[in-house]
């Protein structure tokens, strides 16, 4: 059997590193994500379970999968570059809030305080990887005919999922009518509220090439700083000297 | 024949207000759902009216730097018009940037959780510095007449000019001198806070890496004096407006000219380091609306309407106060252009191979046109503008109060 297929499956090593990471305190972990681009499929299982995770609204993406064409013909090819919020080490994005709406944790992921943001959009602006979108207040359900009197309709459809926003950043927040998170800047925060209760990111498990990689970066027995150590890495636009948190191999 | 055009102005301006009231509606009763920008192109024809206004807010800081740095004293007379001017322009840019923000009522994070290292923030500062430089300048322009206009009991509303005038019923010679010190001090004040508010702006855009187009130090520069320049064309159209002087236009054309002339050159020498740097991202930026679908915002409305014609009008009719104003006039207007051309190119260039292709929704595309609710709530906002300036002008001695202010320059 050749050397580099995995003995268990990763996500129950990154399992394991998480439980470990917990243990530390919560100064000396530095979160970080590797993607190898080998092994991803382009199924865009990772962006559903995030949308499906976040309860992202129409417009609200925070992991897209990119898909590039290269070579020429005869000798083309496509690969795919899924890209989550990079939590740049030297974020462009926070120094652009005007309100410190936004900042990055001593873990190392860039978040967002809801109740702070005052929605100028200069984040999105300022990002080099168009990983913040803005809530407009879209609704999948606008577009459902409401039946008076009836038991389905626009209402119950939207009081059955959508007009509840999901308990990002372990908060509750209100329902969709106006208040925030619509109307704020939103983006990937590795799934901080599931990694406190020992969870991995909803990308990361839902990835059925194992192609996500997730751990504390600073951990040398954790799968995430093994796979920083290969020579395959890269980060996406090293020029701007953003210093990203998400690696990729090639 | 003032008075005329005036109340026709008024009635438009009523129009407008009440055309523009759907707009409205529609950005508060639902927020931005009914608006055409989205996360790719997150700013749109707001912020281009933003810095449109904020651009027209320099007419007064150009009198200044004439008056008081090249001593053209006869422009003093201009002082109190331009401050009132200022104030106008600068509501209506807090106005509108208000209305583009997602969440306008926790503009108060800016005092409790301001971020120093922002240029946006810095911008905030800077715009509330210009309030508190043009209030208190007016202010003094106008103390005099106000006292006079309090004083005058045929006049109506004597009582309110009374109590603008803070109950004062007598201007000495010594309120005056004191007057005059409080508004050169101002005045030189407005000098540095003008240029780094101009520049500010631009460097807002300017310090983004990851825009290529805009990620120059040239990009603060030509914010100065494209902000001179429509400023500079504002306050020379309402110089032959409220005090049509041949003396006084001849040299505000030259200026605008003269000012005209750089900021062409430099739009020049932008597109041309631009062109040849061969980088893609500035070079299909340029491309886009050079030779894009809106090429003719670029071509027609602002190199031939904005820029040509006001440049011909000004250099073959130097001496014709009517042509003049006409060339400030088409560069006013079409200023607009100008603002959407340097925000939009930018943001509607994918800075990801591939992003286009990745999630569809309205909201992730690059394409962007303004639809009639953002139209609307500009009508709006201008509307709402140029009746306070016009009914300011009216019940404010703005116009009046310049008279003799050049012997105290």
Redesign the interface.
């Known amino acids: 059997m050749a050397r580099d297929l995995p003995q268990e499956d990763p996500l129950i090593r990154m399992q394991r590193d998480l439980k470990r990471a917990l243990k530390k305190k919560p100064t000396d972990i530095k979160w970080g994500m590797v993607i190898d681009i080998a092994k991803c499929i382009g199924c865009h299982a990772c962006?559903i379970g995030c949308v499906a995770e976040n309860k992202l609204p129409?417009?609200?993406?925070y992991r897209?999968?990119?898909?590039?064409e290269t070579g020429h013909y005869p000798f083309v090819g496509r690969r795919f570059?899924p890209?989550p919020c990079l939590h740049c080490q030297n974020p462009?994005c926070t120094?652009?809030?005007?309100?410190?709406?936004t900042w990055k944790t001593e873990q190392g992921a860039v978040i967002v305080d809801y109740n702070?943001?005052?929605?100028?959009?200069?984040c999105?602006?300022?990002?080099?990887?168009?990983a913040?979108?803005?809530?407009?207040?879209?609704w999948y359900t606008a577009e459902t005919a409401e039946l008076p009197g009836k038991l389905y309709g626009q209402k119950a459809a939207a009081n059955g999922y959508e007009a509840h926003p999901a308990a990002e950043y372990g908060q509750k927040w209100p329902d969709r009518n106006?208040g925030?998170p619509?109307?704020?800047?939103r983006k990937c925060h590795f799934c901080l509220h599931r990694l406190k209760v020992g969870m991995l990111p909803a990308c990361t498990t839902s990835c059925i090439g194992r192609a996500t990689i997730f751990g504390d970066r600073t951990d040398p027995h954790s799968l995430v700083y093994e796979m920083i150590g290969s020579p395959r890495v890269y980060v996406?636009?090293e020029e701007?000297g953003t210093r990203p948190s998400v690696y990729y191999l090639k | 024949m003032k008075n005329k055009w005036e109340k026709n102005l008024i009635i438009l301006t009523i129009i407008g207000l009440v055309v523009g009231s759907w707009g409205m509606y529609q950005r508060l009763a639902y927020g931005h759902l009914g608006m055409n920008y989205g996360s790719f192109v997150p700013w749109g024809l707001w912020v281009a009216f933003d810095l449109f206004f904020l651009g027209l807010t320099a007419g007064a800081f150009l009198i200044t730097i004439l008056t008081y740095v090249f001593r053209i004293r006869l422009l003093a007379n201009l002082g109190p018009l331009a401050a009132f001017t200022v104030l106008v322009t600068l509501m209506c840019e807090l106005l509108i940037i208000s209305l583009d923000l997602g969440h306008p009522l926790r503009v108060y994070r800016f005092l409790i959780t301001p971020n120093p290292g922002s240029m946006l923030f810095w911008l905030v500062v800077f715009i509330i510095s210009m309030w508190i430089i043009y209030v208190p300048w007016l202010y003094f322009l106008i103390r005099e007449q106000l006292i006079a206009w309090g004083n005058d009991a045929s006049r109506v509303g004597h009582k309110v000019y009374r109590f603008l005038a803070l109950g004062k019923t007598a201007y000495t010679p010594q309120d005056r001198q004191q007057d005059h010190r409080r508004t050169r001090f101002l005045s030189y004040l407005s000098l540095p806070i003008g240029v780094i508010f101009f520049g500010a702006h631009g460097a807002i855009f300017a310090i983004l890496h990851n825009r290529p187009l805009w990620n120059s130090a040239m990009l603060p520069l030509i914010f100065i004096m494209a902000a001179l320049l429509s400023g500079g064309a504002l306050i020379t159209f309402l110089a032959y407006l409220y005090q049509p002087n041949d003396e006084l236009i001849h040299p505000l054309g030259h200026v605008v000219l003269l000012i005209l002339l750089s900021f062409l050159f430099l739009e020049a020498l932008q597109m041309f380091v631009g062109y040849q740097s061969k980088i893609t991202g500035i070079v299909t930026s340029l491309d886009l609306f050079i030779i894009g679908p809106y090429w003719w915002a670029f071509w027609i409305v602002h190199v031939l309407i904005g820029s040509l014609v006001p440049a011909f009008l000004l250099i073959r009719y130097p001496e014709n106060s009517k042509m003049v104003a006409l060339a400030c006039f088409l560069i006013i207007i079409t200023f607009l252009a100008v603002r959407l051309n340097y925000l939009i190119p930018d943001l509607a260039v994918y800075k990801l191979e591939g992003l286009q292709n990745t999630f569809f929704h309205q909201r992730l595309r690059p394409e962007y046109v303004p639809n009639l609710n953002e139209w609307l709530v500009a009508v709006w906002v201008i509307s709402l503008g140029l009746l306070t300036f016009l009914l300011g002008t009216r019940w404010l001695p703005v116009v009046q109060a310049g008279t003799g202010e050049a012997e105290h320059v």
Not at chain 1, 182 to 185: L, S
Request: hydrophobic fraction near 40%; charge should be positive; charged fraction near 20%.
């Open positions: 962006t129409p417009g609200v993406v897209v999968v990119l898909e590039e570059v890209r462009p120094k652009a809030c005007p309100v410190t709406a702070k943001c005052i929605g100028c959009r200069y999105l602006v300022a990002c080099p990887y168009a913040r979108t803005s809530d407009f207040g879209e106006g925030s619509v109307g704020n800047a996406l636009k701007l």
